[in-house]
């Protein structure tokens, strides 16, 4: 079975930092997509980021990074130069080749601290 | 556009009472999903329509049906709520290609009594 596990319920970062964000997943599969998505308070879900298995190169959105290790199934999150309106809920998602299906991570909340 | 809409944003049933929660998106997508989530928990995937006429279960269909009635809509609905069925409800679409993003409607909340 595919599962993603978070298993940092909450973090604090000071306004300016660097933040991390971990996720671990578990597959079968050769190829799948891994994605972080954002919740604010709105309830909105916004994706900050994703990367395809089978590329090497860690994805990069700006301020947000990932460090993706396929051997040790890791997928986490770097936030840099963290800002206010980063505090929210941030969730892992993994999605296989073969499948529509998004499973997602418990969640991890971020608090920015001015 | 408007993206993905969902109606209502706000709900609270008595057990037993039956309800459709509605869905539309108007970004030309083919996959259309339902994703209940509880506290404490990510998104849990209810059921999801690949294309136009077809749907399947998710992780948790029990207690849930769906009907795809159009490319644009995809309702959800509880025929007998339950306590359990206490939840944020959430809709997303996506294209159907290889590296399909999934961009979410704003929720419902749904509250059983």
């Known amino acids: 079975a595919q599962t993603v596990t978070q298993s940092q319920p909450e973090m604090s970062v000071q306004e300016a930092e660097t933040v991390t964000l971990s996720c671990t997943y578990d597959?079968?599969?050769?190829?799948?997509?891994l994605f972080w998505y954002k919740q604010p308070p709105s309830r909105q879900m916004i994706l900050v980021i994703r990367q395809e298995a089978y590329k090497q190169q860690n994805a990069t959105e700006n301020r947000f990074s990932v460090n993706f290790q396929k051997a040790a199934k890791s997928f986490s999150l770097k936030i840099s130069d963290s800002q206010l309106g980063d505090a929210a809920m941030y969730f892992c998602a993994s999605r296989m080749d073969s499948s529509y299906k998004l499973i997602f991570g418990s969640g991890t909340r971020l608090l920015v601290r001015p | 556009n408007a993206g993905v809409t969902q109606t209502p944003k706000f709900q609270v049933l008595k057990t037993g009472q039956s309800m459709t929660l509605q869905c539309a998106q108007d970004?030309?997508?083919?996959?259309m999903y339902w994703y209940r989530q509880d506290p404490g928990m990510g998104l849990r995937l209810i059921y999801y329509s690949a294309s136009e006429g077809t749907t399947d279960k998710g992780e948790v269909p029990n207690g849930y049906n769906v009907s795809r009635l159009n490319k644009r809509e995809f309702s959800l609905r509880l025929e007998s709520a339950a306590p359990s069925q206490t939840s944020v409800y959430f809709c997303a679409s996506s294209l159907r290609t290889r590296n399909n993003e999934q961009f979410f409607g704003p929720g419902t909340r749904l509250t059983v009594l």
């Open positions: 597959t079968s599969e050769s190829d799948y997509y």
């Open positions: 970004m030309n997508h083919n996959s």
